[in-house]
């Protein structure tokens, strides 16, 4: 999705009860507008409806936010996911101005095949998932591709420099930080004495385990009469 295609919209309405159970019970989800000349403003909006947009836009996807005859263009911001159901609990609208360059970090994608991965049976290392630029909004990019298949050795690395950027789109992190690599596999003798580390390691804690058992069962005992 590009900023040039048709934008996605949401209906929302404003947000009376403050308490976030009950808009749940109901399959809605909080959320909060505020930015540029905007009020800050409690909202719900469908649940369902939500994470459908979230899951395609991510928080680099303009959306047209419509309340009634009002519409504000804003930016996905500060998601929050439940730890155990890994569904949205709540999310923040970030109205923009069109015309004022803003800053946001965009998700890194890695596209084709890296020979030292496919022919060297090497393991790519990806240590950076996303950049910071800065752009105007209609410029932010809903995510940068990264072409791995430069990597060709295990001493072949792709930095934040060779990223290639949209016009419009300036870098603000580090262009010397590494972006992905190829490590290199382990030899047979190398896996052989990781296995004897982990059999280790686990016999240790294993007999750490009993000792602190027998201990707490010490201590609980009662006293002898």
Same mark, same amino acid.
């Given at each position: ?12 309405? *404003?947000?009376? *009860? ?26 719900? #909006? ?28 804003? %930016? ?9 159901? /890994? ?16 800053? #946001? ?14 022919? %060297? ?20 990019? /809903? ?83």
């Amino acid at each position: 999705m590009t900023q040039t295609e048709t934008t996605p919209i949401l209906n929302v309405s *404003d947000r009376h *009860d403050t308490k976030n159970k009950p808009l749940r019970r109901e399959g809605l989800i909080p959320l909060e507008l505020y930015g540029h000349g905007k009020e800050n403003r409690h909202l719900v #909006a469908p649940l369902k409806e939500v994470t459908k947009l979230y899951r395609e836009c991510g928080t680099t996807t303009l959306i047209d936010v419509i309340d009634g005859e009002n519409k504000v263009k804003v %930016l996905f911001t500060e998601p929050q996911i439940h730890p155990m159901t /890994h569904d949205l609990v709540h999310l923040d609208l970030h109205a923009v101005n069109l015309k004022e360059k803003i800053t #946001a970090e965009v998700p890194i994608s890695f596209a084709g095949a890296s020979p030292a991965v496919e022919d %060297l049976a090497g393991t790519l290392i990806e240590s950076k998932q996303e950049v910071e630029v800065e752009c105007l909004p209609t410029d932010l990019p /809903h995510e940068l591709e990264v072409d791995i298949s430069a990597l060709a050795t295990f001493e072949d690395v792709l930095r934040v420099s060779d990223i290639k950027l949209p016009a419009g789109v300036e870098l603000i992190s580090d262009p010397d930080e590494v972006i992905c690599s190829v490590q290199e596999p382990r030899s047979e003798e190398e896996l052989a004495a990781l296995d004897e580390k982990i059999e280790d390691v686990d016999l240790e804690e294993a007999v750490a385990v009993e000792e602190k058992g027998k201990d707490d069962e010490t201590e609980a005992a009662p006293d002898a009469e």
